[in-house]
């Protein structure tokens, strides 16, 4: 009997709009690990936590705080777009997101999305 992997992992490597991509998912029992990169290298690392107050509608709403990299508007916008779906189904889960991006386009970012469904570990 084979035994499971203490902290679950998948990965991922696609053409996303004509640029190789990896993704690795990551799950640990506090928070989910994000990384994405179309440079083979993790890029700027943004943490991307679910606040406890929440809007009128039920959902939590996310605070970004970039780590590691470049601290610029456009990092903030894409980590949200990115990795809101991860931390909603995750249970509200912090995640941290690992991003080298060529494309930041919106229909990139989608692209991305349903690539970083395709590896969920949560």
Same mark, same amino acid.
């Given at each position: 009997?084979?035994?499971?992997?203490?902290?679950?992992?998948?990965? *991922?490597?696609?053409?996303? *709009?004509? @640029? *190789?991509?990896?993704?690795?998912?990551?799950?640990?029992?506090?928070?989910?690990?994000?990384?994405?990169?179309?440079?083979?290298?993790?890029?700027?690392?943004?943490?991307?936590?679910?606040?406890?107050?929440?809007?009128? &509608?039920?959902?939590?709403?996310?605070?970004?705080?970039?780590?590691?990299?470049?601290?610029?508007?456009?990092?903030? @916008?894409?980590?949200?777009?990115?990795?809101?779906?991860?931390?909603?189904?995750?249970?509200?889960?912090?995640?941290?997101?690992?991003?080298?991006?060529?494309?930041?386009?919106?229909?990139?970012?989608?692209?991305? *999305?349903?690539? &970083?469904?395709?590896?969920?570990?949560?």
């Amino acid at each position: 009997m084979a035994a499971s992997p203490i902290v679950p992992s998948k990965r *991922r490597e696609e053409a996303v *709009r004509g @640029v *190789r991509t990896e993704v690795v998912c990551t799950a640990f029992s506090n928070s989910i690990l994000v990384v994405v990169t179309q440079y083979g290298k993790m890029g700027t690392l943004v943490y991307v936590d679910p606040d406890t107050v929440g809007d009128n &509608i039920g959902r939590p709403s996310l605070s970004t705080k970039v780590l590691l990299g470049k601290d610029e508007p456009l990092v903030h @916008v894409c980590a949200k777009n990115l990795v809101a779906f991860v931390s909603q189904e995750a249970g509200n889960k912090p995640v941290l997101l690992a991003m080298a991006l060529k494309d930041k386009t919106m229909e990139g970012i989608q692209a991305l *999305r349903e690539v &970083i469904r395709s590896c969920q570990v949560w």
